[in-house]
């Protein structure tokens, strides 16, 4: 089994739509998560944090079920600008992180 | 926020030869620095991880004679792939942390194409 799954989409909405996404681990000792967006040929940058309590960015909501050790990402609201693939990235030990294959989500006018 | 940086941003090389990447942080020391590459649609993979002033520690089936890690200084690491063959082809990442939050920044990424 993967270290962290998520599934590929894509996920194709119209603008203004809410999509949600789930990222599995099998880590049940991981204590950091984090989602990261990545554009076409660029480097992985930072979306969120994910706390145990869930938390929220403007239009963006992460949550974390410890119990089924999946993270999720709501978009609400979708703006073309969101279209890229987003990682989701949980730790194993000593700060490594192990990435899943990204989600890629395109918001469509 | 923590930058790296790293460089080239591309490079095309020929079969056989060597390339070398630097991964360097900015505004902070990282004592500790990963290497990541990443095939196309696919997720990130850590070669191995940099630590300054010691040797690298890499990852089940990397070689450590192909892809030659040194971190000499707090800021800076490299990366050399030796003799590369075309497979080698990927997208190179390096990235560190600041050790506060686990939250790892990026380089931007070396895209290495093997003739």
Redesign the interface.
């Known amino acids: 089994r993967k270290e962290v799954e998520q599934d590929p989409g894509p996920f194709n909405v119209p603008e203004g739509a809410t999509v949600a996404f789930n990222c599995t681990y099998s880590n049940s000792a991981s204590q950091s998560f984090f989602w990261y967006r990545q554009d076409c040929r660029k480097e992985p940058k930072l979306l969120m944090s994910v706390y145990s309590s869930g938390n929220e960015d403007g239009r963006f909501t992460a949550q974390l079920n410890r119990a089924s050790q999946y993270i999720s990402l709501l978009i609400r609201d979708s703006k073309l600008s969101d279209s890229a693939t987003y990682l989701c990235a949980v730790d194993s030990n000593d700060y490594k992180l192990s990435f899943g294959a990204g989600t890629t989500v395109t918001v469509r006018a | 926020g923590a930058v790296v940086s ?1 460089h080239p941003s591309r490079v095309i090389c020929k079969s056989g030869t060597s390339v070398k990447i630097e991964c360097r942080s900015l505004d902070f020391q990282a004592t ?1 620095m ?1 290497w ?1 590459r990443q095939f196309p ?4 993979m ?1 070669m191995a ?1 940099s630590n300054e002033g010691s040797k690298a520690t890499y990852e089940q089936g990397v070689e450590k004679d192909k892809f030659l890690i040194n971190h000499a200084s707090l800021t800076l690491s490299t990366l050399t792939v030796t003799s590369a063959h075309p497979e080698d082809s990927s ?1 190179y ?1 390096c990235s560190a ?1 600041t ?1 506060n ?9 070396s ?1 290495l194409t093997v003739l």
């Open positions: 790293q500790t990963f990541y649609k696919k997720s990130l850590l991880t997208f990442i942390n050790g939050t686990g939250e790892l920044f990026f380089g931007e990424g895209r």
